[in-house]
Structure formats: structure tokens, C-alpha cells
T-cell receptor, first 112, second 114 residues
Framework: DAKTTQPPSMDCAEGRAANLPCNHSTISGNEYVYWYRQIHSQGPQYIIHGLKNNETNEMASLIITEDRKSSTLILPHATLRDTAVYYC?????????????FGKGTHLIIQP | DTAVSQTPKYLVTQMGNDKSIKCEQNLGHDTMYWYKQDSKKFLKIMFSYNNKELIINETVPNRFSPKSPDKAHLNLHINSLELGDSAVYFC?????????????FGPGTRLTVL
């Protein structure tokens, strides 16, 4: 599993786009980038994943640099309910048999 | 409908006791997992089960034993509880290999050992 580095905390104003960076400079060619979040006292929630191309779903967009050494999760219109710890994970398919390896994540605080 | 459920939500017990945490998923997934989140909020994989077979066993004490009566359930039994076992335990499930991109987590069980 590739090591990921994220800022420990970030603030964002409600209604603005929240851009969460992740560095995974040692990612290998078959490792995906996953994003999960954990809202206080709840179980982690899957957000999005990608391999090489940028991805978008109803929750967020994932921008992966061409060299795949870093990525950015974008929440286009952050709301107070998006306050959570966001985890960037670089691993093989789904974590598969190994489960997911969570780091310390970024505590995103949405300000009203 | 709850996708992944765990019981109990809270569990307070004395050192040395034996306890179980139950997990059920109604998603028809093939693989289920147990994670432990300690007081420092680090979330770590403990076990995973695929088609009722244990396919990973992290370096957890053998006091912890997962048991899967069927594909929809993965229970966690803990013997001789110790203070250091206090944590939040999360169950999760996924569609299974090789395309298990998304894991669905339960709400967690907060275990406190006194």
C-alpha cells in the first residue's frame, strides 16, 4: 500500500468548494486512489475512487495528476453536514482481502 | 433499510469477561470485515471473511475470533477482555474480489473495558 500524506485539518466556508489534497508519491501502477469520510461517531463512508482518470459522482469529484503522485478531492458546494474526517487511501483493488489501510486523514470543518 | 448493522451499539464490561459483537449485512456481499478504531482515532483492519473463509488475519491477539454462521453475518468474539481492547469496532462489507471498490461500514460498537 502506498503511503498517503494529507493536511491534518482544513476549513471551508459553507457553499464554497472544498478542495482536499492528498500526496501519494509512491503509488504503484495498479493501486487505486480511494476517498472515504467519517462523520463524527459514524462508520466511514465511501466517497469516490479512481485509477488514472478524473472521476465525478453525485458526492464529489476526484482529480488525479498525470503522474499519479497526488490527487484532490473536490466537494463542489460544501454544507455543514460535510464536516468530517476525510481519508485518502492508495491501495490495490478495493483493499480486497487486505481491507483498507486508513491514515490520519484531514479533518474538514465547514464554517457557516 | 440498514445495509450493515451491528449490535450492540455500546458495550461496557469488566476485564476478563468474554463478549460478542454481532454484524449483519443485507447487501448480498461476499466479503465482510472487522475494523478497530482506537482512542487516537486510528482505524485498522482486523479480519476479513470471503465466502465464510478467513482470508486475512492481521496480527491481532488470538483472544479475538471472527465467526461467520452464513454469508450475511460476521460476529466478533472476544475472550478475556483487557483494558486495551476498549475501542470502537466497525463491521464492513463489500462485493468481494476482485472488484470490491466500495466498502459499506456499520455504525460501530463502542466497547469499554473497566
Amino acid at each position: 500500500d502506498a503511503k498517503t500524506t494529507q493536511p491534518p485539518s482544513m476549513d471551508c466556508a459553507e457553499g464554497r468548494a472544498a478542495n482536499l489534497p492528498c500526496n501519494h508519491s509512491t503509488i504503484s501502477g495498479n493501486e487505486y486512489v480511494y476517498w472515504y469520510r467519517q462523520i463524527h461517531s459514524q462508520g466511514p463512508q465511501y466517497i469516490i475512487h479512481g485509477l488514472k482518470n478524473n472521476e465525478t459522482n453525485e458526492m464529489a469529484s476526484l482529480i488525479i495528476t498525470e503522474d499519479r503522485k497526488s490527487s484532490t478531492l473536490i466537494l463542489p458546494h460544501a454544507t455543514l453536514r460535510d464536516t468530517a474526517v476525510y481519508y485518502c487511501i492508495a491501495q490495490g483493488s478495493g483493499g480486497g482481502a487486505d481491507g483498507l489501510t486508513f491514515g490520519k486523514g484531514t479533518h474538514l470543518i465547514i464554517q457557516p | 433499510d440498514t445495509a450493515v448493522s451491528q449490535t450492540p451499539k455500546y458495550l461496557v464490561t469488566q476485564m476478563g469477561n468474554d463478549k460478542s459483537i454481532k454484524c449483519e449485512q443485507n447487501l448480498g456481499h461476499d466479503t465482510m470485515y472487522w475494523y478497530k478504531q482506537d482512542s487516537k482515532k486510528f482505524l485498522k483492519i482486523m479480519f476479513s471473511y470471503n465466502n465464510k473463509e478467513l482470508i486475512i488475519n492481521e496480527t491481532v491477539p488470538n483472544r479475538f475470533s471472527p465467526k461467520s454462521p452464513d454469508k450475511a453475518h460476521l460476529n466478533l468474539h472476544i475472550n478475556s477482555l483487557e483494558l486495551g481492547d476498549s475501542a470502537v469496532y466497525f463491521c464492513a462489507s463489500s462485493q468481494g474480489l476482485p472488484t470490491s471498490m466500495e466498502q459499506f461500514f456499520g455504525p460501530g460498537t463502542r466497547l469499554t473495558v473497566l
